[in-house]
């Protein structure tokens, strides 16, 4: 069974601009998670999709939006880009929305120049 | 904010020695997810231990929970050059189904 898949896996923007991540759940599991990584940090937890509805969200600003489609993926969306958001975007998939195991992909490399 | 807590924050050993790494953090859990991370790629999934569980063994790897002293280890056995990676653990603290992750441990296996 494929795991799950995110694209593209680099991607650089310019600042001010907008940038769309796209990640496909493992086969049967219906919560996508996204998670933030600065170099040297842990993951930060940005957004939880529970069965096409948000469980919940983390501390960051307006500019980050995601949605969850019929299908279970998932896009992760960052409206005028920031130096700061340069990062690793993980996205996990997970079969219930708690207390469950949390699989991740390979991850989008963004840097904003 | 970071919930968990890693130590050492670097470790480095020889091929065949035993490596331990420790968590802690601050709140009750549902879970505690331990994580591989080689050269800033994904996240590879090593083992999850409930909060009723006590230790939990997965080939080489075997973890242990401390509820009461809120912390965790992780211990891999005759370590080899491939275990070289960044190891994070992650809580669930019953508030919905988002991880809480540690800054990690980065381990050096060197051969």
């Known amino acids: 069974d494929a795991g799950v898949t995110q694209s593209p896996t680099h991607l650089i923007k310019t600042r001010g601009q907008q940038v769309t991540l796209r990640c496909s759940p493992i086969s049967g599991h219906k919560s996508v998670s996204w998670y933030q990584q600065v170099l040297g940090q842990g993951p930060q937890f940005i957004f939880q999709y529970y069965e096409k509805e948000e469980r919940g969200r983390g501390n960051f600003p307006d500019r980050f939006s995601a949605r969850q489609f019929p299908n279970y993926s998932s896009e992760l969306n960052v409206n005028a880009l920031l130096l700061g958001d340069s990062a690793l975007y993980l996205c996990?998939?997970?079969?219930?929305?708690?207390?469950?195991?949390?699989?991740f992909g390979q991850g989008t490399r963004l840097t904003v120049v | 904010s970071q919930q968990g807590e890693e130590d050492p924050q670097a470790l480095s050993i020889q091929e065949g020695e035993n490596a331990t790494m420790n968590c802690s953090y601050k709140?009750?859990?549902?879970?505690l997810q331990w994580y591989r991370q080689n050269s800033g790629r994904g996240l590879v999934h090593l083992i999850l231990i409930r909060s009723n569980e006590r230790e939990k063994h997965s080939g080489r790897l075997r973890v242990t929970l401390d509820t009461s002293k809120k912390s965790s280890s992780l211990l891999i056995t005759a370590s080899r050059a491939a275990d070289t990676a960044s190891y994070f653990c992650?809580?669930?603290?019953?508030?919905?189904?988002?991880?809480?992750f540690g800054q990690g441990t980065e381990l050096s296996v060197k051969p």
């Open positions: 709140t009750s859990i549902n879970n």
């Open positions: 996990a998939s997970s079969h219930y929305d708690v207390d469950t195991e949390a699989f």
């Open positions: 992650a809580t669930d603290d019953n508030q919905g189904g988002k991880l809480i």
